[in-house]
T-cell receptor, first 115, second 115 residues
Framework: EAEVAQSPRYKITEKSQAVAFWCDPI?????LYWYRQILGQGPELLVQFQDESVVDDSQLPKDRFSAERLKGVDSTLKIQPAELGDSAMYLC?????????????FGQGTRLTVV | AQSVTQPDIHITVSEGASLELRCNYS??????LFWYVQSPGQGLQLLLK??????LVQGIKGFEAEFKRSQSSFNLRKPSVHWSDAAEYFC?????????????FGTGTKLQVIP
């Protein structure tokens, strides 16, 4: 069964360091989402791609976060510098953009701890 | 803009008892509606979805949900809960936003199952 792949699963980093997460969506899914989920809360959309273009990054803290999806397939989310408040689960999801089925399929997530 | 409300933060039920998790949405037209489940430290798994047609939808693991347009609700139900159903449940709404789908999540309901 096709899955969204994310790496790493866990990351511990020191405050002010740079950190990056990778996501490979399900083949053929043009839409890719990065969500941040703080413990005990629902996922919050950080950025959404349609192919290689950003269609929504209104909640992305652009002074420290960046995201790219250069060839419209896999994607990287970067934080520089990391802050203590960035500790959270970072979830990648993808969906098919054609007629019918817009449900998002999620990866296992990356648990980030900033110390 | 769409929004989702899950009024119950935490629910405890006895194993074998019935379950209903509440979800209310806000959107001008008929949205796409989803229920996801998340086990600790994992990504989100789709339980069921509603796009159109029959307002009672069946999902995996014995769950069902009913779309009620008049109440703007999409409550999740299960007739007999199993201990393995203990997890966090998220309702989500997907809607067209400037030519692409935007998916917004509720804050979640944590389900505890007692013997």
């Amino acid at each position: 069964e096709a899955e969204v792949a994310q790496s790493p699963r866990y990351k511990i980093t020191e405050k002010s360091q740079a950190v990056a997460f990778w996501c490979d969506p399900i083949s053929g899914h043009a839409t890719l989402y990065w969500y941040r989920q703080i413990l005990g809360q629902g996922p919050e959309l950080l950025v959404q791609f349609q192919d290689e273009s950003v269609v929504d990054d209104s909640q992305l803290p652009k002074d420290r976060f960046s995201a790219e999806r250069l060839k419209g397939v896999d994607s990287t989310l970067k934080i520089q510098p990391a802050e203590l408040g960035d500790s959270a689960m970072y979830l990648c999801a993808s969906s098919f953009s054609g007629q019918g089925s817009p449900e998002a399929f999620f990866g296992q997530g990356t648990r980030l701890t900033v110390v | 803009a769409q929004s989702v409300t899950q009024p119950d933060i935490h629910i405890t039920v006895s194993e074998g008892a019935s379950l209903e998790l509440r979800c209310n949405y806000s959107y001008g037209a008929t949205p796409y509606l989803f229920w996801y489940v998340q086990s600790p430290g994992q990504g989100l798994q789709l339980l069921l979805k509603y796009f159109s047609g029959d307002t009672l939808v069946q999902g995996i693991k014995g769950f069902e949900a009913e779309f009620k347009r008049s109440q703007s609700s999409f409550n999740l139900r299960k007739p007999s809960v199993h201990w393995s159903d203990a997890a966090e449940y998220f309702c989500a709404v997907g809607a067209d936003s400037g030519g692409y789908q935007k998916v917004t999540f509720g804050t979640g309901t944590k389900l505890q199952v007692i013997p």
